[in-house]
C-alpha cells in the first residue's frame, strides 16, 4: 500500500491528527465544501445505521413511538424557557428570510426540539389517561460551533435521536431517565464494547433548564473524558412555560413532568477512537459494516481452484456480512492493507497450499493472530471469533479505563493527576465556586457525580465537609 493510502501517524505520537486519518482513510466521513459540517460517507454510514437499529429497537421495545417535528422553530418559542434559550442562543442558526422576503419573525435552525415539541404537547395532552406521552424522532440538529472540527464528534450539523416524554408525576420521569439511561449504557458496552461511568452531571453541566441530567462518561485513549449520552429530567419547568396541564385522577389540573434524552453520531467517533490503532479502523463486530473480506491469493497454475474455494467459503458465511475481494488488479499484500484500514474484524486467506490441504487461514484484526483452520470449520470458527474480538474489546477498553482512574483526597494531587491526564475521583461539598475554582486552575471539568458511590471525608479543595464522590478530567 502506498504511504498516502496507510496510516502516517501513530496513535500516541498526535491522537487528534492519528483520529482524523482514521476516519479520512477508512472512507467514514470527510469535510464538507460547507465549513463545519462533514459528510457522511458509505461506510461510515452503516455504522451510524447499525446503533441507529439496534437503539431504536429498545427505544420501541420501552414503550416509545417514533415522530417527526419541523426544523425551523420560532423565535418566541425559546424566549418562553429562560435557562434554555440563554443556553443554546450562543449556538443557534437563524432564519431571517424566506427568499428575497424579510420573515416577520426569526426562525431557529433546530438546535434541540424541545421547545417546538412542547408546543404541540400542550394541544395532545388534556387528562391523565393522556400520559405518559412517549415520543422520540431521529433527526439533524444545527448548532453554530465556534469550535475547531472534528469529524463526528464536533460538527455544526449532526445527526441523532431525541426522546421527549411526558408524565403525570416525577416519580415516572425520575423512572424515565434513569431507565432510558441504562438503555444508552447497552448501547456503548453490549453494542460498542465501551465501558462507561454513570452518573449525575453537577448543577453547572446540567441541560440547559434541566432539573437535573444523567450522563454516560468514558475515557477516550488521549485520556480525556466524553460525554457520551444524557438523559434529563426537566422537571415541570418546560410544561409550565408551555402550559402542558392534564386534569389528574382527582379532577385536578397539573402540569406535567417531563423528560428528554439524546444519543448522536458522536457515538461513532467514540467507537473509532477507544478501538483503533495505528493500521487504521478497529470496529466490534456488532457494529463492522463487513464482518469477513475473503482475498484469494491468486496463482496461474491454481487460479480455478482457489476461485472455487473461495465462491465455497463465502456461500457457508452467508449469515454474516462478508466481502470477496477478487479484484486482479490489486495485490493481496494492497488488499490486506486496504481491508485492515477499513476494519474488517476477520479475513480469511486462501492459497495453493490452503487448496491442497482443504484449509483457510484467518486472521484477526484487533490482534492480527493468524491461524490455519479446517474449511468445513470456517462458519463455526468465524462466529467464535467474532464473539471474542467482541469480548476482548470491551476487556481491554475497560482495563485501560481502570488503569487510569486514580482517587485522591488531595488538592495538589488532583493537580498533578489532571495535568499526567488522568481521570480523577476524589470528594466534593457541592459548591459549585470549588467546583468553578477546580475548573479554572486544571482546565478539567466534572464528569458526573457517580451513581451507588459514597463519599467520607471531607471536599478535596475547601476542606468542609463532602456531600458527594465526583469525577473531574480534561474534556472533548
Same mark, same amino acid.
Given at each position: 500500500?502506498?504511504?498516502?493510502?496507510?496510516?502516517?501517524?501513530?496513535?500516541?505520537?498526535?491522537?487528534?491528527?492519528?483520529?482524523?486519518?482514521?476516519?479520512?482513510?477508512?472512507?467514514?466521513?470527510?469535510?464538507?465544501?460547507?465549513?463545519?459540517?462533514m459528510?457522511?460517507?458509505? /461506510?461510515?454510514?452503516?455504522?451510524?445505521?447499525?446503533?441507529?437499529?439496534?437503539?431504536?429497537?429498545?427505544?420501541?421495545?420501552?414503550? /416509545?413511538?417514533?415522530v417527526?417535528f419541523?426544523l425551523?422553530?420560532?423565535?418566541?418559542?425559546?424566549?418562553?424557557?429562560?435557562?434554555?434559550?440563554?443556553?443554546?442562543?450562543?449556538?443557534?442558526?437563524?432564519?431571517?428570510?424566506?427568499?428575497?422576503?424579510?420573515?416577520?419573525e426569526?426562525?431557529a435552525?433546530r438546535?434541540?426540539?424541545?421547545?417546538?415539541?412542547?408546543?404541540?404537547?400542550?394541544?395532545?395532552?388534556?387528562?391523565?389517561?393522556?400520559?405518559?406521552?412517549?415520543?422520540?424522532?431521529?433527526?439533524?440538529i444545527?448548532?453554530?460551533e465556534?469550535?475547531?472540527?472534528?469529524?463526528?464528534?464536533?460538527?455544526?450539523?449532526?445527526?441523532?435521536?431525541?426522546?421527549?416524554?411526558a408524565?403525570?408525576?416525577?416519580?415516572e420521569?425520575?423512572?424515565e431517565?434513569?431507565k432510558m439511561?441504562?438503555?444508552?449504557?447497552?448501547?456503548y458496552?453490549d453494542?460498542?464494547?465501551?465501558?462507561?461511568?454513570?452518573g !449525575?452531571? !453537577?448543577?453547572?453541566?446540567?441541560?440547559?433548564?434541566?432539573?437535573?441530567?444523567?450522563?454516560?462518561?468514558?475515557?477516550?485513549?488521549?485520556?480525556r473524558?466524553?460525554?457520551?449520552?444524557?438523559?434529563?429530567?426537566?422537571?415541570?419547568?418546560?410544561?409550565?412555560?408551555?402550559?402542558?396541564?392534564?386534569?389528574?385522577?382527582?379532577?385536578?389540573?397539573?402540569?406535567v413532568?417531563?423528560?428528554?434524552?439524546?444519543?448522536?453520531?458522536?457515538?461513532?467517533?467514540?467507537?473509532?477512537?477507544?478501538?483503533?490503532?495505528d493500521k487504521?479502523?478497529?470496529?466490534?463486530?456488532?457494529?463492522?459494516?463487513? /464482518?469477513?473480506?475473503?482475498?484469494?491469493?491468486?496463482?496461474q497454475?491454481?487460479?480455478?481452484?482457489?476461485?472455487?474455494?473461495a465462491?465455497?467459503?463465502?456461500?457457508?458465511?452467508?449469515?454474516?456480512?462478508?466481502?470477496?475481494?477478487?479484484?486482479?488488479?490489486?495485490?493481496?499484500?494492497w488488499?490486506f492493507?486496504?481491508?485492515?484500514?477499513?476494519?474488517?474484524p476477520v479475513?480469511?486467506e486462501?492459497?495453493?497450499?490452503?487448496?491442497?490441504?482443504?484449509?483457510?487461514?484467518?486472521?484477526?484484526r484487533?490482534?492480527g493472530e493468524?491461524?490455519a483452520?479446517?474449511?468445513?470449520?470456517?462458519?463455526?470458527?468465524?462466529q467464535?471469533t467474532?464473539?471474542?474480538?467482541?469480548?476482548?474489546?470491551?476487556?481491554?477498553?475497560?482495563?485501560?479505563?481502570?488503569?487510569?482512574?486514580? !482517587?485522591?483526597d488531595?488538592?495538589?494531587?488532583?493537580?498533578?493527576?489532571?495535568?499526567?491526564k488522568?481521570?480523577?475521583?476524589?470528594n466534593?461539598?457541592?459548591?459549585?465556586?470549588?467546583?468553578?475554582i477546580?475548573k479554572?486552575?486544571?482546565?478539567?471539568?466534572?464528569?458526573?457525580?457517580?451513581?451507588?458511590?459514597?463519599?467520607?471525608?471531607?471536599?478535596?479543595?475547601?476542606?468542609?465537609?463532602?456531600?458527594?464522590?465526583?469525577?473531574?478530567?480534561?474534556?472533548?
Amino acid at each position: 500500500m502506498s504511504e498516502d493510502l496507510g496510516i502516517t501517524i501513530k496513535k500516541e505520537e498526535n491522537f487528534s491528527e492519528w483520529y482524523n486519518q482514521v476516519v479520512l482513510k477508512a472512507e467514514l466521513a470527510d469535510y464538507s465544501p460547507v465549513k463545519g459540517c462533514m459528510v457522511i460517507r458509505p /461506510h461510515g454510514y452503516r455504522i451510524w445505521e447499525l446503533i441507529q437499529s439496534f437503539l431504536d429497537t429498545r427505544i420501541k421495545e420501552t414503550g /416509545h413511538q417514533n415522530v417527526y417535528f419541523p426544523l425551523f422553530i420560532p423565535e418566541h418559542f425559546f424566549e418562553r424557557e429562560a435557562e434554555h434559550v440563554k443556553g443554546f442562543s450562543p449556538e443557534v442558526a437563524w432564519v431571517t428570510h424566506g427568499g428575497d422576503t424579510p420573515l416577520e419573525e426569526k426562525l431557529a435552525v433546530r438546535p434541540t426540539s424541545e421547545t417546538i415539541m412542547y408546543d404541540m404537547y400542550s394541544k395532545w395532552i388534556r387528562s391523565w389517561r393522556d400520559l405518559p406521552l412517549l415520543l422520540n424522532q431521529w433527526c439533524n440538529i444545527v448548532r453554530w460551533e465556534t469550535k475547531m472540527t472534528k469529524l463526528f464528534m464536533r460538527t455544526r450539523e449532526f445527526l441523532w435521536q431525541e426522546g421527549h416524554t411526558a408524565h403525570a408525576t416525577k416519580e415516572e420521569a425520575d423512572e424515565e431517565a434513569l431507565k432510558m439511561l441504562d438503555v444508552y449504557r447497552e448501547v456503548y458496552e453490549d453494542l460498542l464494547a465501551i465501558p462507561v461511568i454513570p452518573g !449525575t452531571k !453537577t448543577e453547572s453541566e446540567k441541560f440547559p433548564g434541566a432539573l437535573y441530567t444523567l450522563t454516560l462518561e468514558s475515557l477516550m485513549p488521549d485520556k480525556r473524558a466524553t460525554q457520551s449520552a444524557t438523559t434529563h429530567n426537566l422537571g415541570q419547568r418546560f410544561s409550565e412555560a408551555f402550559n402542558i396541564t392534564f386534569i389528574d385522577k382527582d379532577e385536578q389540573k397539573k402540569s406535567v413532568w417531563q423528560t428528554s434524552w439524546g444519543l448522536s453520531t458522536r457515538s461513532v467517533a467514540v467507537a473509532v477512537m477507544v478501538h483503533s490503532d495505528d493500521k487504521g479502523l478497529v470496529l466490534p463486530p456488532r457494529v463492522a459494516p463487513i /464482518h469477513v473480506v475473503i482475498i484469494p491469493i491468486i496463482f496461474q497454475e491454481s487460479r480455478g481452484a482457489i476461485q472455487e474455494m473461495a465462491l465455497k467459503v463465502k456461500e457457508m458465511l452467508g449469515t454474516v456480512a462478508v466481502v470477496l475481494d477478487d479484484r486482479e488488479e490489486y495485490t493481496a499484500g494492497w488488499k490486506f492493507n486496504h481491508w485492515e484500514v477499513k476494519g474488517v474484524p476477520v479475513r480469511i486467506e486462501i492459497g495453493p497450499r490452503d487448496v491442497k490441504k482443504d484449509q483457510v487461514v484467518l486472521v484477526r484484526r484487533d490482534t492480527g493472530e493468524k491461524r490455519a483452520i479446517p474449511t468445513n470449520t470456517v462458519e463455526e470458527e468465524v462466529q467464535k471469533t467474532l464473539t471474542s474480538i467482541q469480548e476482548d474489546l470491551f476487556r481491554k477498553a475497560k482495563k485501560f479505563l481502570e488503569e487510569n482512574t486514580v !482517587t485522591t483526597d488531595n488538592y495538589e494531587d488532583l493537580k498533578a493527576y489532571i495535568e499526567d491526564k488522568k481521570l480523577v475521583r476524589t470528594n466534593w461539598c457541592g459548591s459549585d465556586e470549588c467546583e468553578a475554582i477546580i475548573k479554572d486552575e486544571t482546565g478539567a471539568s466534572s464528569c458526573c457525580i457517580p451513581f451507588n458511590e459514597e463519599t467520607t471525608g471531607t471536599c478535596v479543595y475547601c476542606g468542609e465537609d463532602a456531600k458527594y464522590p465526583i469525577y473531574f478530567a480534561r474534556h472533548y
